[in-house]
């Protein structure tokens, strides 16, 4: 075949191959949101969710996500950022740290079952956490981990040696080259990490069936003391986040407009998780420009 | 002016159990220029990058021998590498500003290795004075919050040498600073060089025997990871005593 021909032939199959990820990707996000947008309603996002009769909405389930999500990378984001830096920046090439990468590679093809019942057993009975958030946090850290982790070492090797040996041979210590130079060149790197890692969070269903629990009490939010079992605040309340009120409508839910629900709430998911990944973006930008920019 | 600043005696530097250095004994006079010369791999840029230890950052370097400066062995345990390093300024042959504005590449190196605060005004004049020392500071002075990358290679290797100046270094090793570069700017770069001799000891490796011969006070002229010969660069170039030294000079061969 002459090369020419080759050439061609390439390019036409690289493009039917994206043509076929774009198709079904918009089918997939079309079919959601075209189903699922006529149920949103003010209503809908503000009201409390019903067991029984029509009506009821995703209000606390919303909420507890969103809490659930910023929970998770409080505890997460810092563990992820320090092994990060330390597998970039400070392991040497040996079997231990080859140990450790395997280790965070087994972490994060679990399957999410086994990674929640056994969060179930060690901190929901046996540290006593209960059906929580916190317990809920704690078992989508085993998941966050890895991929967070990844990506920050990812983004941070990524930084060109240059820029390391520019900071060193400026007097500056390993560990102000890192934080002065190398962390802000990697951020927009590590906001792609939190925002994969987010998407997971937010998907998640299975894990948090053990752990944060499918109830969804009444809650206040105009109770700030976090302490307080009714305030939106508590860590320690049981938290049906949106993902298990999908999954849960759909097996068990035995009110009337139990699939308009589960269409309306599919759709909230995915507008919410597009938000906070232009969000981060934006957030991201703004961090480095003030990072990296002079003042 | 024969004040030794770095003296240098057996060096011999090690890549795992490979010796790329063979015992270079070399000294360094103060506010002179001082050229390396050899082919590629005459281990040149690797000697240059002992004197302010910049080789400690690849795994299994080890170097021997004796580095001196100030009569203070730099590889000596108690040393501060960071110290060192401050007084040991590096311009690299690719152009690595960081990916900061004009004003905090100069800024960077003095806002977080100092002990001290430094106030925004006196910030600005360091700035400014080190900007004016690398000759680049008429090309810059109406940009200086802009990204040091939107400038040309030359105007960024300026940046980096500014960068070094705002540390107030004693030494300025220059590892091929312009091979990178188009003529024109490599001309601004040397002219930069030649106006802050005075002020500072500068050690420039180069692949460019012209550029030697315009700038530099001393030469040596490295072949295999040995000194071959070492001398004012007159002599070297008009009358080199050894004779790969003049098959070099006269393109035999590198």
Redesign the interface.
Known sequence: MNPKIANKIADAVIYILVAIVVIILALLIGFILITGIPHISWHFLTSVSQSFSAGGGIRDQLFNSIYLLILTLIISFPIALGSGIYLAEYAPKNWFTSLIQTAIEVLSSLPSIIVGLFCYLLFVIEFQLGFSILSGAIALTFFNLPLLTRSIQESLESVPDLQRQAGASLGLSRWKTITGIIFPIAIPGIITGIILSAGRVFGEAAALIYTAGESAPAISYSNFNPFNPASFLNPMRPAETLAVHIWKVNTEGVTPDASQISSGSSAVLIIVILIFNLGAHYLGKHLYDKMTASK | MTDKVITSENVRLYYGEKEALHGVNLDFKKNEITALIGPSGSGKSTYLRCL?R?ND?I?EVTVTGSIKMDKQDIYAPNVDI??????V??V?Q?P??????V??NV???VK??GRSKVSKAEMDKIVEDSLKKAAVWDEVKDN??D?ALSFSGGQQQRI?IA??LA?KPEIILLDEPTSALDPISSYAIENTLLSIKKDYTIIIVTHNMQQASRISDQTAFLLDGKLVEAGPTKEIFINPKEKETNDYLNGKFG
């Open positions: 302010n910049i950052l795994p960071t110290e060192l390093r401050k007084r300024g590096m690299f690719q690595n500003p960081f990916p900061f504005s004003y905090e800024a960077y190196g977080l290795a200086l919050n990204s980096c960068r070094v540390v």
